[in-house]
T-cell receptor
Framework: GAVVSQHPSWVICKSGTSVKIECRSL??????MFWYRQFPKQSLMLMAT?????????EQGVEKDKFLINHASLTLSTLTVTSAHPEDSSFYIC?????????????FGPGTRLLVL | QKEVEQNSGPLSVPEGAIASLNCTYS??????FFWYRQYSGKSPELIMF????GDKEDGRFTAQLNKASQYVSLLIRDSQPSDSATYLC??????????FGKGTMLLVSP
């Protein structure tokens, strides 16, 4: 199987605060972790890629100092949205990648809905 | 040219019919092909993957891959209203990041 948990499932915070989102692969070790966000009615947007123990690689336009990623182990990664603002309100989804016999497969966490007031 | 292309839909089919979802990709070196389903307000979930030419069946789902035509499809037999969702096609090469299409919305009417 491939079970991924993500917490919290939703969060409401005031502008200027920081929010930490935790992602765990519960029954496999993730070779790589991807973080996406999705605005309503839009496609998935890749934010960053991280490997365990290494610094994350951010996509163009994503501020690395604002979206802090920690890939502490092969089963745990966190995304911290620092000094959140209303425009950061979105659906954040982690996607750990599992190494299989012939290919690597990305699975998705259930997502975290962030609303910044 | 977009790397992975899908018709945005909506594709409307009656309950019990076969739904056919199509996807084309531009990178001939692509090796693995994935279909994900995303319900409104939820995260994507993996339906199946394919990496060899031909058909691969899993329950009511069949993925078809034609590397010469750079084409991959997903057939859903006996479509149910619960199949109504957006279907995302994704491809990758080696250990690269998945490249997603924008998805096709499927509507199955009772």
């Amino acid at each position: 199987g491939a079970v991924v948990s993500q917490h919290p499932s939703w969060v409401i915070c005031k502008s200027g605060t920081s929010v930490k989102i935790e992602c765990r692969s519960l029954d496999f070790q993730a070779t790589t972790m991807f973080w996406y966000r999705q605005f309503p009615k839009q496609s998935l947007m890749l934010m960053a890629t991280s490997n365990e123990g290494s610094k994350a690689t951010y996509e163009q336009g994503v501020e690395k100092d604002k979206f802090l990623i920690n890939h502490a182990s092969l089963t745990l990664s966190t995304l911290t949205v620092t000094s959140a603002h209303p425009e950061d309100s979105s659906f954040y989804i982690c996607s750990p990648r599992k190494r299989g016999e012939f290919q690597e497969t990305q699975y998705f966490g259930p997502g975290t809905r962030l609303l910044v007031l | 040219q977009k790397e992975v292309e899908q018709n945005s839909g909506p594709l409307s089919v009656p309950e019990g019919a076969i739904a056919s979802l199509n996807c084309t990709y531009s990178d001939r070196g692509s090796q693995s092909f994935f279909w994900y389903r995303q319900y409104s307000g939820k995260s994507p979930e993996l339906i199946m993957f394919i990496y060899s030419n031909g058909d691969k069946e899993d329950g009511r789902f069949t993925a078809q891959l034609n590397k010469a035509s750079q084409y991959v499809s997903l057939l859903i037999r006996d479509s149910q209203p619960s199949d109504s969702a957006t279907y995302l096609c994704a491809v990758n090469k080696g250990y690269s990041t998945l490249t997603f299409g924008k998805g096709t919305m499927l509507l199955v009417s009772p």
